[in-house]
Every structure is written in structure tokens, then in C-alpha cells.
């Protein structure tokens, strides 16, 4: 099959080659070099940088540029030179980029005569240039598209199975109608889906494409096929909620820039942004939700080892804003610093952010311990109290039990936390029989130690439990007197003899407590 393959052709497109003999060389795109030291030999087939010692023929090559599998090289190789890959699935896998390419220029023709449409899009900032390279369109009724496709030869099961058409059973129309479309490609610059926004009312806003043979959303980044080689060559790469912002922000010369297709971050987009660049700058929206959304983003980033840093926007301001206004973004901050904010005074929201630094550092152990220790340090400054990381990465508590706070322990935690130490205190007093977590509790209430200094000694999971309910400081006060009215009664019937006045005392508080 190499032979057949032009590997100076294939490695051209990425390396300025000169002849040199019989072989080319150029500046190995893998290092950065001044003099090159990278040759291809055409006779061979074969390249090698004798610099890092990378080597390897075309399919490695475009497997290692592009960051995907030598599979998926394989195929793009063979699709460029014509080569024969006997496979039902490769034969399937081929037609449905040919359905979604057929579509995409049926949506271009008609964005181009829509007038109105063409009106939005300017009106949202975006220039002719930028529409044309992004390949937008436009889905004009439920059934150009499919009248179209069968026209260029595509049956209606190969149309269905590209995901771009809907069958109830009494029709077949375009899932896409009216709205503005957005291709999405894949890390090579292939068709493999669309997503469509709605022109005026109507619900959902933006209507992705299913997961098909070509197509996986939890898989793709919008604009991370135009965006991989920027961000190689600055080092980051800029993650966006929306694909206007994407696009945008490449107008605006922020080209290492993607967007999230309306999902979550997942293990797979992380993966494939770890191929080009280990470091992340997210720029959520400055809204309420795109605050969460961030924070979400964190723990996923995180997790798969990459270093995340975030640029909090004016409120209510998206990166679409600053772009088209010509401001400067505000410079991104460590994403523990984003999370925790300034230290705060309420003891439930101090919780809340204690946690949330704690998940932080916990995964960030699990891939490089060094950088957990940096951030261990900054956490314990920001809480003023000690936090310890146990050899897997997990945030000690000191820990409470297995199955987390509940019960008594939940309301107890969340007097201290409330400032109501006499009440916690008292119950307490009354218990015969302590666990190590209420003995811990009373050390601390008795040492005259804050709740700060408390909740350090708790393990992440307990905190989210109790904290995520959002009880109110009155709900949590009358529980406690209920308590220790209870605890009253039951150290009063202990008592081997009574007089008349504890007898009195003891049926007037079973009376006031129901028992």
C-alpha cells in the first residue's frame, strides 16, 4: 500500500522540504530546531529527525502530526491516494462522509441565498471570510436536503444513518430544518456531523447531530482541527462555550481556540487535547452558569493532567463581547485560585469552597505529585489550617467514617459551622458513648478552635453531603434543641431514683417532645 503513497507529498503539507540529493529536509515539526536535521527519503518511504530520533513512514507520521490513530491515518492515506480497503465498515464509515460533505455544500448554496440569514450573522459580528471557512449554511424546509441527497445517487437508509434526517415512520425530513448550520469536523478536518441553532424562538436553541459510525459528541471539540496546530505553537490551547465565540475569537486572531459542543468535558476531549498541548485556558461566559460550567470543566482538565487556568469575564459579558468590542481579556488565573475566590467569613460557603479546593488537589495528585504539593500549600494558606494527601491522592479527613456524616454527626457539624457551639457542646456532654468523630468534635469545640480549622480535618465527601442541602441556621438550631431535649429525658430515666420535682421535670419534657 506505501508505495503507492507520495510520503515528500504527505509530509509537504506540514514541513517546508528542500531537495537535497535524493532525500528532502526541513525543521523537524516534532522540536523545535534552528538547523534542520529532519530528512525524507522518497525511495524508502521513510522520514527521521536525527535531532529527537523521530522516524517512522506516512502512516506514522500523520498519525503523530494529527494526533490520531494509525487506523484513522491509514484510511485518510488511502482515501487521498485512491487506495483499495476492502472492509464493510471502512465502505460504510466512507459513505457517510461522502452524505455529510454532499450536505454541507447543500446548506452552503443556500445560506448564500438567504439574505436574511446572512443578515444574522453579520449582525453577530461575523465576516464573509470567516462564514466561508467555517463552511456555515443554512437548512431552508425539512426536505431540500433529502430531494438533494438522493439526487447525487444516496439512498435513504445511508442518508438516515449519517444522522442529518429523522424517519417517523410516515417521513423522512431534514432534523435541521430552519435553523443556521455549524459542521462539525473531526481532528482531521472531516465532516462527521452538524449542529443547528434556531433563528428566532423555538426550543432547544441548538440541536446537535446523534452519535452515528463517524460521529461521537462526548469525542469532538468544535474548531480543534483548525485550532491543534496554534496551539502547538503557543503552548495552550482556549476553550469557549459556544461556537460563535470559537469562531469569533479566530477572527480575532485568537486562533488556538475551541468550543464545547454543549456538553460537559469529557474523558475523551481531554485526551485529545493532551496530544497537542498540556496546558488549558478556559474562558467560561460570565454569567452565573458559565461560572459552574467552569468549574465542572476544572475537575475533568484536571484529572487528565492538564494544567487549567480560567479568564473570568465582566458578568453577563461572553468572550463574543470583548472580541467585537476590541477589549482586553482580564489575565487568566490559576484554577485554584478560580474556585476559591477570596476567603470568605460564612462558615457554609468557606465549607463549600474548601471542598471544592480539595477535590482540586486531590486530582491533580493523581498525575504529577509535585505540582498537588505547590497547590496543597497554596490551599492550606487561603484556609489557615493544615490538609493532608494520602498516597493515592485522596483528601484525608481524619476520616469520619466510611459511609460519610449522617444522623446526629450531620447536625452536630452544622451547629459548629452555624456558630452554635453551646447547643453542639451540650449534646455532646449528654453522649455516654462517644464515636471518634464526636470526640473529635468536642476537643475542638473545648479548645476554643474555629470552624475553619475543623472542617480541614474533614474529608471531601462528608462536607459535600452536608453542605449541598443548604439547611437553613434555623432549621439546624431547632433540631438541636430537639436533641438535647431528647438526650434530657433519656439521662433522666437512667437515674436510679427520683424526687418529685425530677419526675415533674421528666414528664413535662417527654410531654414537649413527644415521647
Known sequence: MLDKVDIVRVIGRYVNLKRKGSQYVGLCPFHKEKNPSFYVDPDKGVYHCFGCGASGNAITFLAEIEGISKAEALSLLAEEFGIEIKTHQYEEELTTYKVLQEAAKYYKINLMKNSGVLDYLKGRGLEISSIAEWELGFSPDKYGVIRYLIEKGFSTEE?????????????IFDRFHGRLIFPIKDITGRIVSFSGRVLGEGEPRYLNGPDTKVFKKSGVLFGLDKAKTHARKEGFIYIVEGYVDAILMHQAGYKNTVAVMGTSISEDHVKSIYRFVKRVILIPDGDEAGIRSAEKHIFTLAKGGLNVQVIRLDENMDPADYVLK????????DALDFLLGER?????????????GKTFVSLISQSDENLATFYK????????TEININAK??????????????????????????????????????IDTKNSFEHRLEFFIKGGKDFA??????GGRELSVIFDEKISKEEVERVLEEVLKRLRVERAIKGNS??????????????????
Open 377 to 384: 500549600v497554596k490551599l492550606e494558606k487561603w484556609a489557615g
Open 326 to 333: 476590541g477589549l482586553k481579556f482580564p489575565e487568566p488565573v
Open 159 to 171: 442518508i438516515l444513518s449519517s444522522g442529518i434526517a429523522i424517519n417517523t415512520g410516515k417521513e
Open 344 to 356: 470568605v467569613e460564612d462558615p457554609l460557603e468557606f465549607s463549600r469552597r474548601l471542598e471544592r
Open 453 to 458: 480549622e475543623f472542617a480541614g480535618t474533614i
Open 393 to 430: 491522592g485522596n483528601m484525608e479527613a481524619g476520616k469520619v467514617k466510611e459511609e460519610g456524616i449522617k444522623g446526629l454527626e450531620k447536625w452536630l457539624l452544622l451547629g459548629y459551622a452555624y456558630g452554635l457551639k453551646d447547643k453542639v457542646l451540650g449534646i455532646l456532654e449528654l
Open 498 to 515: 427520683f424526687d418529685m420535682k425530677t419526675l415533674m421535670e421528666i414528664y413535662n419534657l417527654k410531654k414537649e417532645v413527644g415521647v
